[in-house]
């Protein structure tokens, strides 16, 4: 389950190593047959894979806030070009539904919690369009809306944009730490500690946090943690100590 850690009386830290074999405190997204933990590592993508859908999508339940530090060990076990659309394994932030964005529901308690990653940013490592390999950083935005003659919404077409990407020597079956810090607009991508990212963008001030393994991929997912300053309204439910286990960094 999700460890939650609390440091003062706003900061909160969430940590997750897989090793108790559950996804307690995380809604799954897609079926769940395409998950599975062995060894103490979240496979993201079991075989077979379909390759023109997101095989995962993972979001931690319940993280009111706008500003974070995530990190999460990252591995590609077997990766499909996509010609599209950016591919890659990674951390999404402040994620949200379209029918939030466009005024459809109030609040997020009351829209299905797999949707809530249908816009948002995305950072991630993989390939661009044209099958390069490196750090990327992308937007799921609604990129128009569809109404009939009477007014009434028909549909929503969302995009992925590419906002930055870095190239990145990337190999297959190697563990990489993936850590990203959102700060109000700015938005600072690291690797191995190192940063390879930096950009700043309006669009979304706030919503949730999901792990992806992108569009028909496997992946590998281990040591996940998360820091951010819970509103003052948000009391924390119970404080967990946790064995942390080895971050995985070749």
Known sequence: MLAMLVSSASAEILR???NNLDLEGWVVREDHQTVAIDNGELIAGVPPPEPDSTTLVLVPKELPASDYDV?????LDLFL?????ANGAGIGLRGHSTEKFLGLVKNDKLQDPRALSDLGYYFF????TEGQWGVGASIWHIERVAVNAEGFLRGVFVENELLR????DVKMGEWYRLRVVADANLFRVFVNE????????VRYSEGTIYL?????NVIRFDDFEVK???????????KLATMWSEIKIQ
């Open 16 to 18: 997750h190593d897989f």
């Open 71 to 75: 990190a999460v060990s990252v591995r």
């Open 81 to 85: 070009f996509h010609p599209i659309v």
């Open 125 to 128: 490592i993989g390939q661009n």
């Open 165 to 168: 990407f870095s190239p990145f």
């Open 194 to 201: 190192e940063q390879i990212l930096g950009l700043r963008d």
């Open 212 to 216: 992806s393994s992108g569009f028909g």
């Open 228 to 238: 951010y300053d819970a509103p003052a309204a948000v009391q924390p439910r119970r």
